[in-house]
Every structure is written in structure tokens, then in C-alpha cells.
């Protein structure tokens, strides 16, 4: 006979400004990437102020930068990575998002809580 065992899953929506005091983003991308190294199922999330790090730029900036590798490292490790708001943005700008990260509604955050075990806002 062979147990169920049920995967925890968390979702993190990452809210702040990139360059917010106390650096939120980099709190949520570090934490996605400990919960996934825990065998956690991790989707994020970037809305409102987290969400233009979604979008791809030529020269970002140090701090930029780092948000942009750490989100590369959660990606690589598994996690889902959805940007919610940019339809406006994306389309205006003609920019591409970053490879890995799909566009998502409220909708789809909603149902994502829902089923989350776990739902962190940053």
C-alpha cells in the first residue's frame, strides 16, 4: 500500500516596488527559491509595482539586475513566474517579457490562491 502525500503549495505575490525600502521583491524571490529548494510547489506572482520586472531590459540597473538573475535561479528551480497587469504596459512599450514568465490575470491569481495551502503577499 503506498501513502498519499499531499505537495504543499505556496503562492507569493510580490506587490512592492522594486526599489521599495526594506527590498520586498528580493525578500519574496528569496523566499520562493528556499521553498522550492524544500520541495514546496511555488507560484509567483508580480503585480502592480513588482510587475514591469516581468519585462525584459537591455541595461538594467545593479539592482535590477540582481531581481532579474534571482528570478532567472526561481525559474530554474521550478517555480512558476506570472506578471499580472502588463497588457497596457507591454503593449505601449513593445517590450518582451522576460523568457519563462507568462501573463496572468486576477482571475488566475484568485484560483491559485484558492488552491494554495499558503498565500504570502509582499
Do not use: Y
Not at 30 to 36: D, F, G, K, P, S
Not at 80 to 101: D, K, Q, S, V, Y
Amino acid at each position: 500500500m503506498t501513502k498519499s502525500i499531499k505537495t504543499m503549495h505556496w503562492t507569493i505575490l510580490i506587490r512592492s516596488h522594486p526599489d521599495a525600502s526594506g527590498n520586498p521583491v528580493l525578500q519574496g524571490l528569496r523566499m520562493a527559491a528556499a521553498a522550492v529548494a524544500d520541495e514546496i510547489v511555488v507560484s509567483v506572482f508580480l503585480a502592480e509595482g513588482a510587475a514591469s520586472l516581468a519585462l525584459h531590459s537591455e541595461n538594467p540597473g545593479a539592482r535590477w539586475r540582481v531581481h532579474h538573475d534571482l528570478i532567472a535561479e526561481v525559474q530554474e528551480l521550478g517555480a512558476e513566474m506570472h506578471a499580472i497587469g502588463l497588457e497596457w504596459l507591454h503593449a505601449t512599450e513593445n517590450r518582451a517579457l522576460i523568457p519563462g514568465i507568462k501573463m496572468a490575470s486576477m482571475k488566475t491569481l484568485v484560483r491559485q490562491m484558492k488552491l494554495s495551502d499558503q498565500v504570502i503577499t509582499l
